[in-house]
């Protein structure tokens, strides 16, 4: 069945069959990313009385799950999702309902807290990029890729908006670890009904492909240097988004505005993402992935220049929104970019690289931010944040040897082996 259509749209690819399912399925177990982080905190804090201990303790979680996730990554692209990807979950949600039973527990060894938060951190099952490489299958049309990234990243927007919404009606009824474990809930749930999705299923691991072997190294290093653009304008993104949360709140107190007024400049960062996003995968784009994104990081950090030059809230809101409205095309083109430049049995990799470059650049950005807003005028601190996002605009790219020879895949619209979008689900994904 050919999925090329005319006239592209949402619909149409959530028209491809079982895609659908596939969908709805990655969304409810990353919906756990969305309720973890807020859960866990209040969980720890509760049971140390320490905001110092909590911090450190979800910074061993968070580390760990960051750092690891290409290794994560690579076992999918070798082994399949089925036999990577559910093990991990069902991990990670045991190791997150030890560590709620643990918090439960009156007396309770700091030491254990941060090994048990430390090893789920690790297990951490990478749904976000395997949904991206089921998309890559399902969808050889470049411009139904575009949509479905586009879709993929507002729906993991949304998420990471509801998440805590939902948090904040559990712990108004019950103990804040209760949402610990419904996440773990989630993420278990998800993942069996995704892998077992005909579409996930379909995919063949890398070492099942016949005459696979190790890659040249020649070709390993132009996949590496392809690979920098998108991965250093994520970072960059990153950054300059972890830190517009501390100016906005540092901004409001400056003011007098309180915190409500902080609350409503983020909910307007977000709103302008998904705006954008949808947009963004909406556009029939006449010039290359390679091209574009560029210009999006820049935009980012030219809108984020001007909103510390924001007189008061009023101006502020459009000017922080008019900045979100380049966030979620960035980091789709940079996902289609990495994409692009993924050969066979990488494309879970490729794709978790520039994940957990946008997950680094926003905690270096937090920690940085941190420093300078206490040393710096407000205005000049919004300056440098988006100062880091234009600066990655600046990175050259590079396309791989196979992109260069297919003519630039961002302006196919049909499948290609040397593009890296295979034109059957036969190839390798994560």
């Known amino acids: 069945m050919s999925t090329r259509s005319p006239r592209p749209s949402y619909a149409a690819v959530l028209r491809v069959p079982h895609a659908r399912r596939t969908f709805a399925a990655a969304l409810v177990g990353r919906l756990s990313y969305g309720t973890v982080s807020l859960a866990l905190m209040l969980s720890l804090t509760r049971s140390t009385g320490s905001y110092a201990v909590a911090g450190l303790v979800m910074a061993l979680f968070g580390a760990t799950g960051v750092f690891l996730s290409p290794y994560r990554a690579s076992l999918v692209d070798r082994h399949g999702a089925r036999r990577a990807l559910l093990p991990m979950a069902l991990l990670y949600a045991a190791l997150l309902c030890a560590l709620a039973a643990a918090c439960r527990r009156p007396g309770t060894s700091e030491a254990v807290l941060a090994l048990i938060a430390a090893f789920a951190g690790a297990c951490t099952p990478p749904l976000g990029p395997t949904m991206r490489a089921v998309w890559a299958e399902l969808l050889p049309d470049r411009a139904l890729l575009q949509r479905a990234y586009g879709l993929d990243g507002v729906a993991e927007e949304l998420l990471f908006v509801s998440g805590p919404l939902l948090v904040g009606g559990i712990v108004a009824v019950a103990p804040p670890t209760v949402g610990v474990v419904l996440s773990a809930v989630l993420v278990a749930v998800g993942t069996l009904a995704f892998v077992t999705s005909p579409a996930a299923a379909a995919l063949r691991p890398a070492g099942r492909e016949k005459n696979a072997g190790p890659a040249p190294e020649g070709r390993a290093d132009g996949q590496a240097r392809a690979l920098l653009q998108p991965v250093l304008v994520a970072a960059g993104v990153g950054v300059s988004v972890s830190a517009v949360d501390l100016l906005v709140v540092a901004y409001a107190g400056e003011r ?175």
Not at 318 to 333: E, H, I, K, Q, Y
Not at 351 to 356: D, F, L, Q
Not at 397 to 413: D, E, I, K, M
């Open 256 to 430: 007098g505005l309180g915190d409500g007024a902080a609350a409503w400049v983020l909910a307007a960062l977000s709103v302008g993402s998904a705006v954008g996003g949808l947009v963004n995968g909406a556009v029939a784009w006449s010039s290359p992935t390679r091209a574009r994104l560029p210009y999006f990081a820049a935009g980012l950090g030219l809108c984020l220049a001007a909103a510390g030059l924001a007189p008061g809230l009023g101006t502020l809101l459009p000017a922080v929104m008019c900045a979100g409205l380049f966030v979620a095309p960035a980091l789709t083109t940079a996902y289609l970019v990495a994409d692009e430049s993924a050969a066979p049995g990488f494309r879970v990799r490729a794709g978790t690289w520039c994940n957990t470059a946008v997950n680094a650049g926003g905690s270096a950005g937090a920690a940085a931010v941190g420093l300078l807003v206490e040393r710096l005028p407000l205005p000049v601190c919004f300056a440098v944040s988006g100062a880091v996002a234009a600066a990655a605009a600046l990175v050259p790219g590079r396309r791989s040897g196979a992109a260069r020879r297919a003519g630039g895949a961002g302006q196919s619209s049909s499948p290609s082996p040397s593009s890296g979008l295979p034109a059957s689900s036969a190839s390798s994904s994560e």
